[in-house]
C-alpha cells in the first residue's frame, strides 16, 4: 500500500507466545516504511483493539477483525493476520494526517519529516545525533549593522569595530 502521506505498512508474519502467567497469545509482526526507512512493531490482538477504541474519537476508523475467534488454528490466524493488516492500511489511506496514537502505536516518531531534511537522502539515528551536537559560534559579533555609517549623534566612533573591520575588509592598508 504505496500512499500519499508517504508511509506504508505490511503484517508480514505472526508467532504464538507461550506463557505460564496467562494462557497463549498470537503477537503480530507489523512492518513500517517510512521515508526509506524499515522498522518493525510486534502487538497483540488486545492492542490493536485498544488502539481501535482511541482511534474511533478522532478519525472515521474502518472495522475490525472479530474479537472473538472460535479456535486458533493457522487458517483462521492468516485471515486475522490480513484482516489487521487491512484496518493498518485503510487508516494511512484515509487520512492525510496520522493521528499522533497511531503514529505512536506503530513507533513512529518524527513525523511527518520535513522536505528539507528530506532531499539530503536519509540519515540513521546515529548521524542525526551526531549532527545535532555540531555547535557554531560566531566569529564577530555586531551590536549593529557594522556596513551603514555611523549616526551623527555618535559622540565617539567605536575604534575597536572600525579596527577590525579595516583589518578584515582592508588588511593590505596597514599602518605603521
Not at 485498544?50 to 483462521?76: D, F, G, Q, Y
Not at 486475522?80 to 503514529?103: D, H, M, S, W
Request: charged fraction near 25%.
Amino acid at each position: 500500500c504505496a500512499c500519499a502521506s508517504g508511509m506504508e505498512v505490511f503484517i508480514p508474519s505472526f508467532r504464538s507466545e507461550e506463557s505460564d502467567l496467562e494462557r497463549g497469545y498470537t503477537v503480530f509482526k507489523i512492518e513500517v516504511l517510512t521515508s526509506g526507512r524499515k522498522h518493525f512493531v510486534e502487538k497483540r490482538y488486545s492492542e490493536f483493539h485498544a488502539l481501535h477504541k482511541k482511534l474511533k474519537k478522532c478519525i472515521k476508523a474502518p472495522e475490525m477483525p472479530s474479537k472473538h475467534v472460535r479456535n486458533w488454528v493457522p487458517k483462521v490466524l492468516e485471515q486475522r493476520r490480513q484482516g489487521l493488516e487491512a484496518y493498518l492500511q485503510t487508516i494511512v489511506i484515509e487520512n492525510e494526517e496520522l493521528p499522533k496514537i497511531f503514529l505512536d502505536f506503530l513507533n513512529v516518531r518524527h513525523w511527518p519529516s520535513l522536505p528539507k531534511a528530506e532531499s539530503y537522502g536519509s540519515f540513521d539515528e546515529a548521524e542525526l545525533e551526531e549532527s545535532s551536537k555540531l555547535s557554531h559560534q560566531p566569529v564577530l559579533l555586531f551590536l549593529r549593522d557594522p556596513y551603514v555609517l555611523p549616526t551623527a549623534n555618535d559622540d565617539v566612533s567605536n575604534v575597536v569595530t572600525e579596527g577590525v573591520l579595516h583589518g578584515v575588509f582592508y588588511p593590505h592598508l596597514q599602518t605603521s
